[in-house]
Every structure is written in structure tokens, then in C-alpha cells.
């Protein structure tokens, strides 16, 4: 081929827009993922200003100290590693197992029995996932603290005058309760789609040749679905594992330490590097848990695929048990999405803490002015100029990041699913997941690191609120980015052929044509972004500046100080926006965050 | 007018080479199918002319004007080369009416509101759908689906038309239907069709010129009866006919006259109707066609065993044994057959094609007789 054919290849390439989006793409995305994480593991073995002292060597030296101290430093490292690094993988996993069980059964009633209230039980059921993920660790604390560890008794107590042993209230068990309820809904939304998405007639034809119940579960529904079970098991625990808020908020007053909150520490204070290796064995099993994860789904496909539809299956008649299983799950759908924010408002109008009679019920936290004997003249929330600023953050970072997650992870899904099977393509495809991997803390202490400084034509953005967007829209482009390829593989390349071959340009096909007839997936890949940035602390934590702050920024600094009214009244503002958002959205377009996570 | 000719094009998908190194002219006003089994590159050529795939090499010209060139670096956007494109599920707009799909194009080309209704009423009323101008496409059948699909690529009047497998997904009676109705379009709208298909009953039926692909190969380009009536090789032979032409093996028995060996007991005279080169003791493939193996009683060729008879009124289809050649044959008439009977078989009609073991290629036509 002649250099001239050559160039006018590049030519042609060029020419097309979804090669332009994934060149484009592949250069900004290597460099914010990529390069992030060559400065993780250049981070390991650097000397940090902090530890020049213990280190001994000049700050910027390359070292392996922070190698050895973790890993092979007998009391130290068992302490600082070991110890935590067995506690996040026990904590992950047994809350993944509470997860599946609780979500799967949910799903199971929702989808093959004749259970009461469908509709309510899978609106509510997702309820405790859209929530910020310390709500229910907040909402236990409210119940069942203790005064051993100090500080005033929980609602438990106090009605029923028990004290809660240490182990119920703090630490692991708690822990991996709150977990596995919070991604229930999780399991619940991937399970309930596989079984949706199963054809019945390999049930029904089961039970033509006269298998009962049980033989069918267990000889044809379960090996079925276990390939997709495993694969939500691997999804769930990589989530579990990174995350930080709940054993924060729960297994800090014992000093049960995970590595996130290991790594909040070490990040945040004289041993960074610790940190960035932390960071790294998280990135590490991530990748792990995704490449098992893509080895079995690939190895299985021929039989978990989507094969028909089950509109028809003869649901499993509950009998006499309907009435009541429909109220016992609706109880505990009442005890774990509406409870808590019955908790919230408790709290958040009491004055002295512990006491629930109705002279100590006061407004002081939401509408005061401030009382010099109360937390050093806060002012209540509503009329707390930082509240106001965090709140306006809050939105206004929720929404930048949604445009922009969204609309890139639209793109992005458009592109990789035009070229699929193309290197290109799956190099891009990989990039815009790889951030779900990495632990939000340690991506946005690496972002820190990187954009202190100006980086060439990029000024420096310590404090900036630009800074907070970047990571935030990366961070969350990886949910926008499957919302988009879903919704684009279901869509055929004749319909924007069409378009096409009569002269509709780029632009208004995509805008005319492939969104509005995939509408309904296309937003959930904004709301997606919007719901998880409106609840997200780790990624941010170590990024704000005061003028910066936003509301999960700050319901952590309350609740640091024990300013436990104005985090619990934060806490049930960012509930009721981040539902109430979720609903309208839900009502007005049809969009839900089912839908984004709903078919990996 | 439209004159679509291809030079030297050749397309790779990575390594893979979906077409290669393929010639042909597409005359203006012709109906020419691209005939092939899945995979043989027939509608990445199609996609290839319309400019929704980029040949890797070659240059493409619609009416004497260059749209694509690998070597000077042309390559015309599909709407630019006013062709229209029918496509096999129709890629109807879920989101728009009926009206809205046809109209669609048109406001895309700035047309005046009433120019543009005018123009939709008609091409509905042409296509008989006028009533489900406010339908969505879920809420039309097929057929209907079909004819909307075709009214919107008719919408701006394009000189030439192509079509990919447009008549798959329907049932036997429309596609009958449809078939009739595309013949009907291509006189009225006075311009060329290339068509897609895998249907080699559809191809013959319907075009002026087929193209019949395999592998990314071209293996003939010739009006249809003449690839029925002399097929290149044998895989052409093979493809186009049902029932499927017999291709029996032998070999050259003797130079002149040329005689062929069947089987042990079956040898013929073949009659050349051109001067044709064979050696003896060459491998070669004799092609039947099964209307032209007649049964008879007297005078026979060969004898043969009747093992099926599959009578549907206006003909039978026979299976036969002729010295364990299977063979099928075609009777015209509502007669049915003994299932086991010996039969004599007479070669005496028709022209028969000769083709070489080795390459499979045509190498001439002749009569038969018994030797």
C-alpha cells in the first residue's frame, strides 16, 4: 500500500465521528486514569515530606520503606495491614453473602410469586441504595449506641432500658448488617433482571415432565442463574470492599480498621504512602474480581444470555402465606428505607441528646440562631450560610458532573458499540470502566496530588471546584459509560444508517434519532452520576477546600465534632433530595437507576 | 444517467478479506441482485456502494463521477451519492409516525411544508398505506413495516435503489407479494435496483443481472437464465436451480468422440455445441438439471431405481438411483411413481454443462447420447 493510500486512510478514519470520540477519549481518559495510577505506584516508593524524618533519606528519594513497614514489619505491618486487610475481606464478604441472600429473595418473591404490592415493594426496595450509604449506619447508631463508648444512649436503650453489648453496636457485625442492607437493592436489581430476563419455558418445561417446586429451583432456575449470581457476587464485593463511610461511621469507635479507613488516615496524615499501597492492593483485587468476573461471564454466555420472554410463567402461589409474607416484607421494607428517616427527623429536633421526652423536642437545630452553649453558635441548618453553600455545591458539583458524565458515557457507549470488536474499542471500553476500580478515596488523594501543581497547560487547582468535577466525572463516567453501550447495542446500525444515507447529519441523528428512541437509558446514565455524586464523601473528602465544601463534607465534620442534630438533619436533607430527585426523574421520564445498572 | 461501476475493490475487516479484488458494472436502469450463501461479501458490497462501509482498496464511480478512491483519497458521504437504502429490518423510527418517517428526509432537505405533504400522500397512496399515516411502526404488520420502509427510501427520489435481504423477515405469501410489487417499483420510479439476497429463487425471478459471490469472490455476473442455463462453475451451477442441479461425477473416456464414464455400466457421448478441450482420463464433473432427465420406458440412456416420488400436482420430483448415483429428476404432470421400480432415464433434451473435476470451471456445453 502506497504512503499516499495510507494518509488517505488516516483521512477516511478521521472523517468519522465515533473514531474522533474514541481517539479523543483514549488520550484524555489514558491520561486521567493512567497516569493516576503510575503515580500511585510511584508514590509507594517514594519519600513524602512527611516521613522524611523516619525515612531518613531526602524527600522525593526513591524507597522501599513504605514496602517493608507494610508487609514485612512483624507487629507494625500486621497493625497497619494485615489486620485491616483481613477485616475488609471478611467484612466484604460476609456482607456480599447478606446482600445476595436478602436481594435474591426479594427478587425471587418479586418476580415468581404471587406476592401482594409489587410495585411499591421494588420502588421502596431500591430506596436504601439510592441513600447515601451511611444513612442506615447513622440510623443504627441513632438506635442502638451505647454510652460505654460515651456519649448519650441510642432510642433502643432508652425505651427499653437494655444496654447494647459493644459487639452489636460497633464493629463488624453492624457493619456487615448496614452493608449487606445497602446493597441488597444492588443484588435485588441484578438478580431480579436475570430472572426477568430467563425463559420460562425451560421452567414450565421442567414441570411438564412432572418436577415439583423445589427440583426445578434447585436442578434448573439456580444453575441457570448461577453464573450471573457469581458475577453480582464479584460486583458487590468489589463495591463493599472499597467502601468507606459505613465502617467509618460504625468500627471507628471500637478501632476496627478496613483499609479505606486505614487508608483515610494514613492518607490524611503522616504516612501517605501506606496509603497509596493500600490503594494499589484494592486496585489490584479489583482488576482480579473484573477480569474472574469477565472469564465467567464469557466462559457461560451460551447459557445465561437473554433467550425469551417469561411473560407468561405460572407465578408460584403463595396460598394462605400471601397476606402475610406481602406485610413481613413490607415491615422490613418500613424498617430499612423509612425508619431512619423517621430517626433522622427525630434526632435532628432533639436537644440534648438521649433524652426523648417532648420538652426536650426543639426547632433550635434546623431554624435557630445559634447559642453560644450549643456547638459554639452554629446556627440551625436552615439558616446556616455554610449549610446553604454546601447544599448549593452539592447541586450545582451533582449536576456539572452528571452533564458531563453523562453525556460523555452516551457518547462514549456510542463509539465503543459503532466499532465493537475493533482494539480501539475495547481499549476505550476498559479505560472508561477503570474507574469504577479504583478506590474513590485513593482517586482523589492521587488527584490532589496530580493537579496541585500546574501540569503543563493545566493550571494548578488545589481548592478549585473544577478539581472536584474532574474527579467526580471521571469517577462516575464508568456507570454513564454501560447505560450508553446497553443502550446502543439494543439499537440497530440501520436505524442511524438510515439517517445517514439521507444526508441527517452527525449531530442531528444523534440528537433526532438514537436519543430520543433510547431515551429512558440514556438518563438513567445522567441520574446515575447525579444520585451517586449527591451521596458521595470518600472521592471528595480529601478535596474540598472551605469554599468547596458540599454537604457530605460536611455532615462528616459534624458528625467528627459529635454535632449529631446537624448531621442527622444533613443527612435527611440529602435523603429526601437524592429520592425525591430520583422519583421525579422516574415519573417524568421513565428513567430509573435499575435501568443503568440493570444489564451489566 | 446512473451508471455504477466498481474497479479492483477489495475489503478487509482486520484480516479477515470480506470481498476481494471485485469488478463489475452495474448498467443504468438495471435490477441486479448479489446473489451468495451468508458471508460471501455480498452485502458489504452493497454497503460499500452506498458509502456506509469504506472499501480498504479500489475505486467506486455512480455515474461517471468518482465517489470513492482509495488512491486519491475520495470518499463521498452516502447522502452526497443520492442513492436510497432499504434495509433488512426496515430501520423504521420507533419514535415517529408513519408520516413522520417518509417526511423526515424531506425536511432534512429544507422541502416546503405542503411540497413535503404532497409528496409523503403520494408515495402513501403508491404504496397503498395511506390510512396508517398516523400509526407507529410497533403497530404495523410486516408487510406494512415494509412498505413504510420503502416509501421513506423512494421519499427523495433517488436514481438508484438498494436493497439488503429486504423480503427475509416476512412470510411466504407477502414476500410473493412483495416480490411483484418491487418489479412494479423498479418500472415506475425508472431507476437502478441492486438487491441483496440469499434467495436464489428471489434473485432469478426478479433482476436483470445476477451476481452471484462466494467466499469474496465473484464467481459470475450474467443475466439470470444464462447463469441457469450456463453456469460458470460448478458452485454457480449448484446454487441457482431447485431442485438443485445433479453434478455427477466421471471421467474422460476417450478423446474423440468424447466419451464420459459415469459408473461402470453408464457411459455417454458428449456432443460438444463449441470446439472444447479435454484429455482422456480427466476428471469432470457432468451437470444435469433434473427437467432434463426424462423418464422413459423405451429407448433408454441409462436405467435407473425409483427411491422417492414427490408429487404436488403440477409436477413430481423424483429421487433415482442410477448405479448408486442419487439423481433427481422433474416430471411435468400430476404422475406419481412406484417407489422402488426400475426405470430408464433418456438424456435426450435439453443442453448439458461440463465442468472440470480439478477447478471446477465450466468447460463447455453439449448433448448427450448413449455411447
Known sequence: MSAKSKLNQIKAFFKKPHNIILVVLLVVLGYLTLVPLLTIILDTVTVHSSEARFVKKPVGSLTLYHWTKMFASGITSQKTFYEPFVNTMVVAFLSCVLAIIIGGFFAWTVTRTNIRAKAFISTVFVFPYIMPAWTLAMAWLNFFRNSRIGGAPGLFTVFTGLETPNWFAYGLFPIVVVQGLHYAPFAYILIGGILRNMDANLEEAAMLLHANRMQIMMKVTLPIVRPALLSTFLLVFSSTMSAFAVPAFLGSPVRYQVLTTQMYRTLNGMNPGYGYIMALVMIVIGVGILMLNQWITGRRKSYTTITGKSSNISLFNLRKARTPLTVILITILMMIAILPLVSFAIESFIMAPGDYSFSNFTSEFWIGKGRADIANSEPGILRNPSIWLGLTNSLKLSIIISLIAGTVGMLSGYAIAKRRGSKLSTWVNNLTFFPYLMPSMAFGAIFLSMFAVRRGLIPAMYGSFWLLVIVGAVKYLPFASRSGINAMLQLSGEIEEAGTIMGVGWFKRMTRIIFPIQKTTFISGYLLPFISCMRELSLFILLVSPSTRILTTLLFQYNEKGWNQYANAINLMIVVIVVGFNLLINKLTGASIDKGIGNN | ?371
Not at chain 2, 138 to 146: A, H, I, N, V
Not at chain 2, 280 to 299: D, F, N, S, Y
Not at chain 2, 321 to 327: E, K, T
Open chain 2, 1 to 371: 444517467m446512473p451508471r455504477i461501476e466498481l474497479k479492483h475493490i477489495t475489503k478487509k475487516f482486520g484480516k479477515f478479506v470480506a470481498v476481494d479484488d471485485l469488478n463489475m458494472v452495474i448498467e443504468d436502469r438495471s435490477f441486479v441482485t448479489l446473489l451468495g450463501p451468508s458471508g460471501c461479501g455480498k452485502t458489504t458490497t452493497l454497503r460499500m456502494i452506498a458509502g456506509l462501509e469504506t472499501p480498504t482498496e479500489g475505486i467506486i464511480t455512480i455515474n461517471d463521477k468518482v465517489v470513492f478512491s482509495s488512491e486519491d483519497g475520495i470518499d463521498v458521504p452516502p447522502d452526497k451519492r443520492d442513492v436510497g437504502f432499504l434495509f433488512q429490518n426496515y430501520a423504521l423510527w420507533p419514535h415517529m409516525t408513519v408520516y413522520k418517517n417518509i417526511a423526515f428526509g424531506l425536511e432534512n432537505l429544507k422541502w416546503s411544508k405542503e411540497a413535503i405533504k404532497t409528496r409523503v400522500e403520494e408515495l402513501l397512496a403508491m404504496l397503498k398505506i395511506s390510512e396508517f399515516a398516523g400509526r407507529y411502526p410497533s403497530e404495523l404488520s410486516g408487510g406494512q413495516q415494509q412498505r413504510v420502509a420503502i416509501a421513506r427510501t423512494l421519499a427523495t427520489g433517488p436514481k438508484v435503489l438498494f436493497m439488503d435481504e429486504p423480503l427475509s423477515n416476512l412470510d411466504a405469501k407477502l414476500r410473493m407479494e412483495m416480490r411483484s410489487e418491487l418489479k412494479r417499483l423498479h418500472r415506475e420510479t425508472d431507476s437502478t435496483f441492486v438487491y441483496v439476497t440469499h434467495d436464489q429463487l428471489e434473485a432469478m425471478t426478479l433482476s436483470s443481472m445476477v451476481c452471484l459471490m462466494k467466499n469474496g469472490y465473484m464467481q459470475q455476473y450474467a443475466p439470470p437464465l444464462e447463469v441457469y442455463r450456463k453456469p460458470a462453475n460448478t458452485f454457480t451451477a449448484d446454487f441457482v436451480g431447485s431442485p438443485n442441479i445433479n453434478l455427477v461425477d466421471g471421467v474422460v473416456d476417450q478423446e474423440k468422440p468424447i466419451v464420459l464414464k459415469l459408473t461402470n455400466t453408464v457411459r455417454l457421448v458428449f456432443q460438444p455445441k463449441t470446439n472444447i478441450a479435454v484429455r482422456q482420463g480427466q476428471a469432470i464433473v457432468l451437470g444435469l438439471r433434473p427437467e432434463h432427465i426424462a423418464v422413459t420406458q423405451m429407448k433408454a440412456d441409462a436405467e435407473a431405481e425409483v427411491l422417492s416420488s414427490l408429487p404436488s400436482g403440477m409436477e413430481t420430483i423424483i429421487a433415482l438411483s442410477m448405479d448408486d448415483i442419487r439423481l433427481h429428476s422433474v416430471v411435468f404432470g400430476d404422475i406419481d411413481f412406484e417407489v422402488g421400480k426400475s426405470v430408464g432415464l433418456s438424456f435426450g433434451h435439453g443442453v448439458f454443462n461440463l465442468f472440470d473435476k480439478e477447478s471446477g470451471k465450466n468447460v463447455g456445453q453439449g448433448t448427450l447420447f448413449r455411447a
